[in-house]
C-alpha cells in the first residue's frame, strides 16, 4: 500500500511547478484531471471508476493515488478549477466603474470566454445535479453567481437600460440559458466564424438578431 | 395491500383512443409513459428498469407489458411525443405565407410553447445521446429540425433581415441553444411572469435586450 500523496491544485500541466510533477513520467495532476473530466463527461461521474481512469491513462491505479486521493477529490478539483475561471469574471464585472448593463455585458463575455478556454470543467460543472457535498459546494457557488446575474439584470431594468418589458429573473436565466448552452455544441478547435463566439452571443443578447433598418 | 390510485397524465390521456386504454384500472398507456419519462429523466434511461417503472407505478412488472413491449418502446413513444409536436411547429412555420425572418421567428416562439406543453417529454429528447436505434432515429429527427432552422437563418440573412455580422450557423445554435435551454428551469406551475415566455425568448432573441432610446 502506498499513502496516498497530498493533492494538488493546478490550472494547467505548464502552470504546474516542476517540482510538483510527480508519479509516473508523462503524467502529472493536470494530465490526471484532464483525462478524468473527460472520462466523467463522456460516462457520468458516477459511471466512472477509478479503474476506468486507469485504464484510459494507461496507468496503474495505485498511480494516481500518487496525485490524488480518489474520485471525489477529482471531481472537486476539476468543479474549482471552472468556478475559479468564472469567480475571476465574476468579481472583475463587480469592480467595473460602469452602469449595471455595461457590468452584466462583460460579464456574460468573459463567460462565454471562460467557456471556450475551460470547455470540459464547464460541461462538467453545468451537469452537476447535488448528489455529493462536493456537488453539493459546487451548486452553492453556481447559485451565487446565479444571484450576482439577477442582481445586475434589475439594476440596469432599474437603470431603464434593459427592455421594461422583460422579467429580470426570466431574463436572468435565459441569458445564462444561452451561454450554458454553448457548451452542447462547442468543439475548442472550431472557431466561431468571422466575428468571436463572445461577440455573437453579446450581439444576439443585447442587440438582438434582426437587423436595423434606418 | 391498497390499490394504486389512478395517475393520469392530462394532455395524453384524453388524446388516445379508447381502445388502447388495456391493462389494469387506473392506468393507461400515458399514465404509464408519464412516468417512465419521469424516471427516466431523473436517473436516466439506462439507469431504469422495468422494475423501477413498475415500483413507481404500484403495479406489477408483468402489467406493464399490457401497454406495453418494453422499456424501448417506452422510450420510442415518449421521443415520438416531443418530435410530433416540433414537426407541427415546423410544418407551419414551413407553409407560413412570411419572410424567413417571421418564419424563423414562428418556428422559435412555437418550440417554446411545445417545450412548455410537454417539458419531461422535451427534457427527455434533448438529453439523447444515440446509444440506440430509438435514440438515434430520433436524434436524426432533431438534426433535420436544426437544419430547417439554419435554412431559416441562412434565408433571413440574405434577405438582409438578420445583422449582417451574424454568422448563420452560430447564430441557428444559439438560438436553439437559448430555447433548448429552458428545460433546466422550466417548471409548468411556476408561470413566466408578466409577458409570455415565448414572447420573451423572442424579444431577446430578435430585438434585444437593450432599451431602444429615441
Chains 1, 2 share one sequence.
Not at 23 to 39: C, F, K, N, T, Y
Request: glycine share 8%; proline share 4%; net charge positive.
Amino acid at each position: 500500500m502506498t499513502a496516498p500523496a497530498a493533492p494538488r491544485a493546478g490550472r494547467a500541466a505548464t502552470a504546474l511547478p516542476a517540482g510538483r510533477r510527480r508519479g509516473r513520467p508523462g503524467h502529472d495532476l493536470s494530465s490526471v484531471l484532464a483525462v478524468a473530466v473527460g472520462l466523467f463527461n463522456e460516462r457520468g461521474y458516477d459511471g466512472t471508476s477509478m479503474r476506468d481512469l486507469a485504464a484510459r491513462l494507461g496507468i496503474a491505479k495505485s498511480a494516481i493515488y500518487h496525485h490524488v486521493a480518489g474520485k471525489e477529490e477529482l471531481l472537486r478539483l476539476a468543479l474549482d478549477r471552472a468556478l475559479a475561471g468564472l469567480s475571476v469574471v465574476a468579481d472583475r464585472a463587480r469592480a467595473l466603474p460602469a452602469p449595471a448593463i455595461e457590468r452584466l455585458e462583460y460579464l456574460v463575455r468573459g463567460s462565454v470566454e471562460v467557456l471556450e478556454a475551460e470547455s470540459p470543467y464547464v460541461t462538467l460543472l453545468l451537469r452537476v445535479r447535488g448528489n455529493t457535498d462536493v456537488e453539493r459546494a459546487a451548486l452553492d457557488r453556481r447559485r451565487g453567481f446565479d444571484r450576482f446575474v439577477a442582481e445586475l439584470v434589475a439594476e440596469a431594468t432599474r437603470d431603464g437600460d434593459i427592455r421594461p418589458d422583460a422579467d429580470a429573473v426570466i431574463t436572468a436565466r435565459l441569458l445564462f440559458g444561452l451561454v450554458n448552452s454553448i457548451v452542447e455544441w462547442y468543439r475548442p478547435d472550431r472557431g466561431a466564424g468571422r466575428a468571436s463566439l463572445a461577440d455573437q452571443v453579446c450581439a444576439m443578447a443585447f442587440d438582438g438578431l434582426r437587423a436595423r433598418r434606418r
